[in-house]
């Protein structure tokens, strides 16, 4: 089975390119979610962190040990 | 307008006994196998003679030898104690962070009860040496496809609880946890591709270097999403609850995320490193595991500095102080990793015990300590009480640190010395322990101390189990827990402000797709050039395939597990070609379905055992390896003298490498070999018979014995062979 995929795949025209570009593509995300991180609004941040503080139903369940 | 609702916690607490029950056992397989590798042959006359017997009266059967536990030891820990140990988290948290019941109960029982029929016949299966020979991915065809389903169910599970969620925002733990699903899937697919020849065998689709990387592409990455990833989710959860204060820095969370699992992905070579496989994909691997120190210390800096404030608590809460030591050991093994995948700690580190120690410490360290930690946290819960005793919690912590710091230190000192005693030359440049056994018995001192840290681990999790047997008695389990939340509004609010990430945070299923994609991309870079470029694995004309003796002997190599101790790749070293014959070409394992690389050398690289020794030598190795090699760890492999080879399955077994391209239909075998197969085999094992009479050994022909020997006299010759002289080993 391989080796008809492996075939096909060397087959195709110009492969070289796609490693460079899978690496461009990622960067550039990451690069955007570091400009995210540093405008993010704050109050955003805070709702977000607080979810699994703010998830108890009732308060005596706290401080159970 | 509030909606009422009910958490499913039964499903968490049946998770959460199982991970406590099946840690039990996976710990105890491990103490088992830590002292039989110790202990093995003990004279009797030593004073814990009969202490250990017991253990190695276990390693004498074939079917707890080392070679079948050690298996079941990692597959227990990995797949069922923390496998199960993510479930119940998992379970726990994503429903309270979605403000929802689970989607669907079915399914929760389902996934509970698949898992567990998944772990049981991996308990059954691997004793029985029914194994695909590929570390953590052991378990045979049926059961990965069952793994498989059972995936599939908890996908839906969850992805179905996302979708009906009441809190419009993902927190960072189900992202993580989504990373953890899609991942696991893919490697999981791509690394269990075999070619089945009867229900319980088959072979991997990959040979050789290509079933290497793949193989450690899935197992690296095993480590990063099934016991890094789901349990970073659970510390960002969890740890923020226990010290009851928000994490330290959310963005922070977001770039250790991105950042982990993109890089993570790319970093499999270095288990390859100074191996066979291609230069470029072991330096790819090197600089990506560099480069993961930074998501990995992020995320280990946030973990505990969401502390910051609350430490005087540590000092009282036994929760605490679990999740400390297990974050610190997370940091801990995330920069040692790293470290040894650059290549000069490599060169040392590689095939030692350091490796034990190195896993051990994420092993026991991060997952194991924090799957505690969260234990203790949410059993009262569950059962809306308090624990029976934080007195008994606080000495399971002090014992089980204690028990990591003897199992690592040790091991971290016998993996360097014997290293160091692999690589010693004379001043007249001979190797001073030429005898791989001298190395060994240097270092017997640190596998006596990793079995006493084994030991006080274990003490530790029973101490465990008492506790929450007693807290589950004292109260109640509050089996369907009632919440309240608003409804999700259907229509998003349109002020919200238009941040592309903060669009994502609300999407799972983009979520989804985008984790894929990052992961499929470092997967696709480091896989498949191996694949396509023809130079990456140079042919050599004298490596031909094995014969079906041969064949069969390999397939009861695997069977026994002897690539848990023994590699069959020799790095270019002076002090490994020295030692062991050439280094390892690529060329050399076109046709291994699968590889047998091996990871550890507890005893010798077995690559150019081949013609080393006479027929009898293995023979009587075998039957006892200290008579021929006195003082050896190994066990007794007698069952190979009573059983008789199962010849019928040989034609299958030919066509399926035909299947696979091994070229079975070309000389020195020829067009039909599948059908003449048995004849062939007949003759040499004749020859080998024949052979073991010359030195007055009276040896039964039909034995497995003989296709063992057939197999390791045969391992690594070709490359020594000119092409004429190969043709005329292959027939007899």
Redesign the interface.
């Known amino acids: 089975m391989l080796k008809f995929i492996k075939h096909h795949l060397s087959s195709i025209g110009g492969v070289e390119i796609w490693p460079m570009l899978s690496f461009v593509v990622f960067f550039l995300f990451f690069l955007a979610v570091l400009w995210w991180v540093f405008t993010v609004r704050r109050t955003h941040i805070d709702h977000m962190a607080a979810l699994p503080i703010n998830d108890d139903n009732n308060e005596t369940e706290r401080h159970a040990l | 307008m509030n909606e009422r609702f009910q958490y499913d916690n039964r499903i968490v607490k049946n998770f959460l006994f199982i991970t406590v029950l099946w840690g039990v056992v996976g710990m105890l397989v491990g103490l088992i196998i830590a002292t039989q590798m110790v202990a093995q042959n003990t004279p009797p006359d030593a004073w814990y003679y009969w202490i250990v017997r017991p253990f190695t009266w276990l390693g004498e059967q074939q079917w707890f030898t080392f070679g079948r536990l050690r298996p079941l030891h990692t597959n227990a820990v990995i797949f069922a104690f923390v496998g199960n140990g993510i479930f119940a988290g998992a379970y726990y948290?994503m429903q309270?962070?979605l403000?929802a019941r689970m989607f669907s109960d079915v399914l929760s029982k389902l996934h509970f009860w698949g898992w567990q029929f998944i772990i049981v016949c991996a308990a059954v299966t691997l004793p029985l040496g029914i194994t695909t020979g590929k570390e953590y991915a052991e378990l045979e065809w049926p059961i990965d496809i069952l793994i498989t389903l059972v995936w599939v169910v908890f996908g839906i599970n969850m992805f179905g609880t996302i979708l009906k969620r009441r809190?419009r925002?993902l927190?960072?733990?189900i992202w993580f946890y989504i990373a953890t699903w899609v991942t696991v899937a893919m490697l999981h697919i791509t690394n269990s591709?075999e070619?089945p020849i009867s229900f319980l065998k088959s072979y991997s689709?990959?040979a050789g270097v290509q079933d290497a990387l793949v193989q450690w592409w899935y197992g690296h990455n095993a480590v990063a999403f099934f016991l890094t990833t789901p349990y970073l989710g659970l510390m960002?959860?969890f740890m923020?609850?226990a010290a009851?204060?928000?994490?330290y820095s959310?963005?922070l969370s977001?770039?250790h995320f991105?950042?982990l699992i993109?890089i993570y992905i790319w970093a499999g070579p270095h288990h390859l490193l100074y191996s066979a496989l291609p230069d470029w994909a072991q330096s790819l691997g090197v600089v990506f595991s560099v480069m993961l120190i930074a998501p990995s210390w992020g995320g280990m800096l946030n973990g505990l500095l969401t502390l910051r404030g609350a430490w005087d608590r540590v000092r009282e809460?036994?929760?605490l102080k679990f999740m400390v030591v297990a974050v610190t050991c997370y940091g801990m093994s995330t920069l040692e990793g790293p470290l040894l995948s650059v290549k000069y700690l490599n060169a040392i580190a590689h095939f030692t015990d350091w490796i034990i120690a190195h896993v051990h410490i994420g092993g026991i360290g991060w997952n194991g300590m924090l799957t505690f930690g969260i234990i203790?946290?949410m059993v009262?819960?569950l059962y809306?009480?308090?624990?029976h005793s934080?007195r008994l919690a606080n000495v399971h912590f002090w014992i089980a640190t204690l028990g990591i710091v003897f199992y690592a230190i040790p091991l971290y000192f016998a993996g360097f010395f014997q290293a160091m005693m692999w690589k010693e030359f004379t001043p007249d440049g001979f190797l001073v322990y030429k005898n791989f056994l001298d190395t060994v018995v240097e270092i017997k001192y640190a596998y006596w101390l990793r079995a006493l840290g084994g030991l006080l681990y274990l003490i530790g999790a029973f101490i465990m189990v008492y506790n929450v047997w007693k807290t589950a008695k004292a109260g109640k389990l509050i089996a369907n827990?009632?919440?309240?939340a608003p409804a999700l509004e259907k229509v998003a609010v349109v002020n919200e402000?238009g941040?592309?990430?903060?669009w994502i945070?609300r999407r799972p299923i983009q979520m989804l797709v985008a984790s894929l994609v990052?992961v499929a991309?470092g997967g696709?870079?480091e896989l498949?050039?191996t694949?396509?470029?023809?130079s990456n694995i140079p042919t050599i004309a004298s490596v031909k395939p094995y014969t079906p003796l041969e064949l069969h002997g390999r397939d009861i190599y695997v069977r026994e597990g002897c690539y848990t101790c023994h590699s069959q790749m020799i790095r270019p070293f002076r002090s490994e070609t020295e030692r062991y014959g050439e280094y390892a070409k690529a060329g050399e394992f076109v046709y291994d379905h699968p590889f047998q690389w091996g990871s550890k050398r507890t005893g010798p690289d077995l690559l150019r055992v081949g013609g080393k020794y006479p027929h009898s030598w293995h023979y009587y190795h075998m039957y006892d390896p200290t008579s021929m090699s006195p003082g050896s760890l190994m066990p007794p492999y007698h069952h190979l003298f009573n059983d008789a080879l199962d010849t019928t399955t040989t034609t299958k077994k030919i066509e399926a490498m035909l299947?696979?391209?091994v070229p079975y239909d070309k000389e020195p075998y020829g067009p039909g070999f599948a059908q003449r197969a048995n004849a062939h085999l007949d003759e040499q094992r004749a020859a080998i018979v024949a052979g073991l009479k010359k030195d007055g050994i009276e040896a039964n022909a039909d034995r497995e014995i003989i296709a063992l020997i057939a197999y390791l006299q045969r391992v690594g010759t070709d490359i020594k062979a000119k092409p004429a002289a190969t043709a005329a080993v292959a027939q007899p």
């Open positions: 948290s309270r962070l403000k809190e925002h927190y960072v733990a591709m070619l689709w990959y960002y959860y923020p609850k009851n204060r928000p994490v959310y963005k977001i770039i991105w950042a993109f809460d036994p929760v203790y946290w009262p819960r809306g009480t308090k624990l934080t827990e009632d919440a309240e402000g941040h592309w990430h903060r945070e990052l991309i696709l870079f498949v050039p694949f396509l470029v023809e299947t696979m391209g």
